[in-house]
């Protein structure tokens, strides 16, 4: 395993072993900047620093545009399971008919 590069952290400037952070955050619906991908360059950053930023992330709501995107998509993807599951009760019904009319035929 390769030993992390030792360096000063850019957020502490502490000389500890360094991670490039590297946001983890969903990919955005709309095209927004957020504080992890408008910077120029993602840090360098200690374990205490990275996990600090990690959190601050995961707590970072999505905006308001995002949020009724995303709720958007949730009803269309349940309009679609819905469509699809009544398609094959459908099906089932169609096929059912069809083998009570071969049935009655012979």
């Not at 400037?13 to 408008?38: I, M």
């Not at 840090?43 to 949020?67: F, M, N, V």
Request: proline letters at 6%.
């Amino acid at each position: 395993m390769a030993k992390p590069l030792e360096a000063r952290c850019d957020h502490c400037k502490q000389n500890r072993p360094l991670f490039l952070y590297e946001p983890d955050h969903n990919c955005h619906l709309l095209p927004v900047a957020c504080r992890w991908c408008d910077r120029d360059k993602q840090p360098l950053l200690c374990t205490r620093c990275w996990d600090t930023e990690k959190q601050l992330e995961d707590r970072t709501p999505a905006s308001l545009e995002e949020q009724s995107i995303g709720s958007f998509l949730t009803a269309v993807m349940t309009r679609s399971t819905q469509h699809d599951e009544q398609c094959a009760t459908d099906q089932a019904t169609c096929d059912g008919i069809a083998k009570a009319t071969e049935e009655s035929a012979s």
